[in-house]
């Protein structure tokens, strides 16, 4: 067990429509990523934050969105969902912004959109 | 940009013989790098990182990964495999999209099924 907390599991919902995925990082952990897993791009980062402010992003569509909360927890947001939006998204923390820290992953949140 | 490449979809091997996942690397500066596995339904738990020193790094469940600098690679590597070490296996390196902050790119994997 990573320590990583993403909320739900599984999510099933229709074109059009806005999610949002939840994620609690290991305590004590300042810094929280998002990434899309899909089985055609692969592994992609979406988004960093670290203790509250964005830090980083990445490949993260305008119609999605995230923010770290003052608990550390983050949110994942995403709006006008399409049909290629289903995938795996996953949150990752570590404790410090630093070179050398690896990344703890939680299980992820299945988004279904159909 | 910094970027990997696993170069094999898959590896097949069978049970009790050694096995080495391929990764290659691109990088400006020092290259860090990073071994993570995905088992069915569950998100990427850390294997093992180079980061500097020993071209050979020791990592979880009696995976090694040697690090090549004039090939650029960075192969996972394991003397014996188990049919529980199947799964699927990326190779990560450090990138830096805004300074001071630190992200992993990822391979694309490489499935690894071990038969028995």
Known sequence: DS?????????????????????????GDLSV??????????????????????????????????????DLHSELNLSSLELGDSALYFCASNHRDSYNSPLHFGNGTRLTVT | AQSVAQPEDQVNVAEGN????????????????????????????????YITGDNLVKGSYGFEAEFNKSQTSFHLKKPSALVSDSALYFCAVRDIKRAGSYQLTFGKGTKLSVIP
């Open chain 1, 3 to 27: 320590g990583v907390t993403q909320t739900p599991k599984h999510l099933i919902t229709a074109t059009g429509q806005r999610v949002t995925l939840r994620c609690s990082p290991r305590s």
């Open chain 1, 33 to 70: 990523y998002w990434y899309q897993q899909s089985l055609d791009q692969g592994l992609q980062f979406l988004i960093q934050y670290y203790n509250g402010e964005e830090r980083a992003k990445g490949n993260i569509l305008e119609r999605f969105s995230a923010q770290q909360f003052p």
């Open chain 2, 18 to 49: 050694p096995l080495t996942v391929k990764c290659t690397y691109s990088v400006s500066g020092n290259p860090y790098l990073f071994w993570y596995v995905q088992y069915p339904n569950r998100g990427l738990q850390f294997l093992l990182k």
